[in-house]
Nanobody, 125 residues
Framework: QAQLAESGGGLVQPGGSLRLSCVAS????????LGWFRRAPGKDLEFVAA????????YYTDSVKGRFTISRDNAKNTGYLQMNNLNPEDTAVYYC??????????????????WGQGTQVTVSS
């Protein structure tokens, strides 16, 4: 079973940038859609972005559109989330996930089979 490991989190000032990475432990990474989710303190898990396997379409929650970019490098079994112009509301534990969600569920946890342990992102001055 594929295992995912996130990295790249940390403490950043408002307006700063971070790039999160999600490395898959096996070569099936290319067969799956990629998603990023986050959980802020005291809040539920929230969809952030997805990169659909079929067609390479990308999807973002409204609050990160224009600031975050999801991408992948299948040769490296790695997914990315480039986060720019961060603000304190982006503070959360970020999780990557892979799977085969149907289009109508790509913004939910349904269909994502594999999950990482998460990486903390803190935006504070």
């Amino acid at each position: 079973q594929a295992q995912l490991a996130e990295s790249g989190g940390g403490l950043v000032q408002p307006g700063g940038s971070l790039r999160l990475s999600c490395v898959a432990s096996e070569g099936t990474f290319a067969r799956y859609s990629l998603g990023w989710f986050r959980r802020a303190p005291g809040k539920d898990l929230e969809f952030v972005a997805a990169l659909r396997l079929s067609g390479g379409y990308t999807y973002y929650t409204d609050s990160v559109k224009g600031r975050f970019t999801i991408s992948r490098d299948n040769a490296k079994n790695t997914g990315y989330l480039q986060m720019n112009n961060l603000n304190p509301e982006d503070t959360a534990v970020y999780y990557c996930a892979t799977g085969v969600p149907i289009l109508s569920a790509i913004r939910t946890t349904q269909g994502y089979r594999h999950w990482g342990q998460g990486t903390q992102v803190t935006v504070s001055s």
